[in-house]
């Protein structure tokens, strides 16, 4: 009789973790559907902007930035740990925090001392972290290399669509300075270079992730690119950072709640 009331109870509290496990997955879907949903509008809203509202792009392109990086971007990043326990549940929060530091400490002190290595890094990084937030949103395969390369792509795409739009920067490198009769062919190309490789490594981490199997997920990729290849540079980065970006995080079970599971 004792054994048979302790199965019960292991049956119960297995289930009852069954449950609960499940339930969480399916608030973690839902929000991801609703921040794939928000995205579309936000998106449509900032072409409609940008098309029907005279200079939308130079007269408010930079103080929405600034409101959306202060909001929904300082924010966002008290989630990092969350991130990474995803996909390493061995995670642990003060060992974490200190990487964290000493990776400030280190971009820090590489930016002071050589600027250019120091942005290298810090778009690599930001090509990395990219990566990994929407892998393990998308809840495909996490490897460590098809993440970077999906990263990459992505940054890739972004910056690179938009290349033009930097031309007074660009003229003033040192070879167009003195060649400036070769900047405009020279642009169009390497932009079509840049766009060109960045989707086929967005293709080759879809096809490596099996991330085609994921009707959702490839959706949500489609208005990533569709929008951030139309929106000028700024609002491309503040659709992609504070929209979606940003706001994925919130989709993702904390620790604490993998831990009641």
């Not at 900032?46 to 990086?69: D, K, S």
């Not at 795409?157 to 070879?175: C, K, M, Q, V």
Request: net charge positive; aromatic share 14%.
């Amino acid at each position: 009789l004792h054994l048979s009331i302790r199965r019960q109870r292991q049956m119960c509290i297995r289930d009852s973790s069954t449950l609960l496990t499940e339930l969480q997955q399916n608030s973690a879907t839902a929000r991801f559907k609703f921040i794939n949903l928000l995205a579309i509008v936000v998106g449509l809203i900032f072409c409609l902007l940008v098309n029907f509202v005279p200079n939308f792009n130079e007269l408010y392109a930079y103080p929405l930035t600034f409101v959306v990086v202060i909001s929904l971007g300082l924010i966002h990043g008290s989630l990092d740990y969350d991130v990474e326990a995803n996909h390493e549940p061995s995670t642990n929060r003060f060992a974490f925090s200190v990487k964290y530091i000493l990776q400030m400490t280190i971009v820090a002190t590489i930016w002071m001392a050589a600027p250019s290595v120091a942005f290298a890094l810090f778009i690599l990084f930001t090509a990395w972290h990219f990566g990994e937030t929407d892998f393990s949103l998308f809840k495909v395969k996490f490897e460590p290399v098809i993440v970077l390369v999906y990263g990459i792509g992505i940054t890739g795409w972004i910056l690179g669509n938009h290349i033009p739009e930097r031309t007074d920067f660009i003229a003033s490198l040192p070879y167009f300075a003195t060649n400036p009769a070769n900047l405009g062919a020279s642009l169009k190309m390497f932009t079509l270079l840049v766009s060109m490789v960045s989707l086929a490594l967005i293709l080759i981490a879809v096809i490596a992730s099996k991330m085609y199997l994921k009707p959702t997920a490839i959706i949500a990729l489609a208005t990533l690119l569709i929008f951030t290849w139309y929106l000028p540079l700024l609002l491309a980065f503040t659709f992609y950072f504070g929209f979606w970006h940003s706001c994925l995080l919130y989709t993702s079970p904390s620790p604490r709640d993998r831990q009641k599971s």
